[in-house]
């Protein structure tokens, strides 16, 4: 577990004249953090925003056709799950299983199945991936963007580079591989920077030279969905 921050020992911040008060977890574009930095406070909040929205569409469930009850758990629950899951990346084990059972209750609603029956099957009818590879996806299609976008901001192009020009000859699966970025540290390897170019390096070469994002997050889910159990 990571050092807790020691407030005491930090020296008060002042904003015109007022003290401003440390506090133990802060809110930022709906992303909560504590002093631990655990995420523990932000999936208490995805998990709490998922059972109010499903408990209010519960009393729908046993009558609403089947595709309706898939588009409500697409359009009112899985963004509550993703959001900004790009963000949290060096959440444990523990947080990641909580995110699953949540994604799980979606597909309970959709086939009106009871608390304890398994969800694989039906996970796999619906053609859903399990959340840590659901985030990997949205991981590398931001990945893409941020390489091949031009409107993407270029502070986070620069942070990306080919291990070799993409007309350099080179066996086929060593084509458009990046650079992993040097590290030091296990807490940085968990970054954005890091983590999606590991990610990204262990996709097959022919979907990694996709030449459009449609295309690239529509074979990424092909992958994903051929591995995943």
Not at 61 to 66: A, M
Request: charged share 20%; with cysteine.
């Amino acid at each position: 577990m990571r050092n807790k921050l020691d407030v005491a020992s930090l020296s008060p911040l002042w904003l015109n004249g007022v003290q401003i008060d440390y506090a133990k977890t802060a809110k930022n574009l709906g992303v909560i953090m504590d002093s631990y930095l655990s995420w523990s406070p932000h999936v208490a909040e995805v998990s709490r925003k998922v059972h109010y929205t499903f408990h209010s569409l519960k009393c729908l469930q046993s009558f609403l056709p089947l595709k309706t009850k898939i588009s409500l758990a697409q359009t009112l629950i899985q963004p509550i799950i993703d959001y900004a899951d790009a963000c949290y990346l060096d959440a444990t084990e523990e947080l990641l299983n909580k995110l699953e059972r949540l994604q799980n209750i979606c597909i309970r609603f959709i086939f009106n199945l009871k608390k304890y029956d398994h969800v694989s099957s039906f996970r796999k009818e619906l053609k859903w991936l399990p959340i840590r590879l659901r985030r990997n996806s949205r991981l590398l299609c931001l990945l893409y963007n941020i390489l091949h976008n031009p409107k993407m901001p270029s502070y986070l192009r620069e942070r990306f580079s080919f291990s070799r020009p993409s007309d350099a000859p080179c066996r086929s699966h060593l084509k458009n591989l990046l650079k992993s970025p040097p590290h030091s540290t296990d807490f940085y390897s968990y970054s954005f920077s890091s983590h999606a170019v590991r990610l990204w390096n262990a996709l097959p070469p022919d979907i990694r030279g996709c030449q459009t994002l449609a295309l690239f997050k529509s074979r990424v889910k092909e992958h994903y969905l051929s591995i995943s159990s």
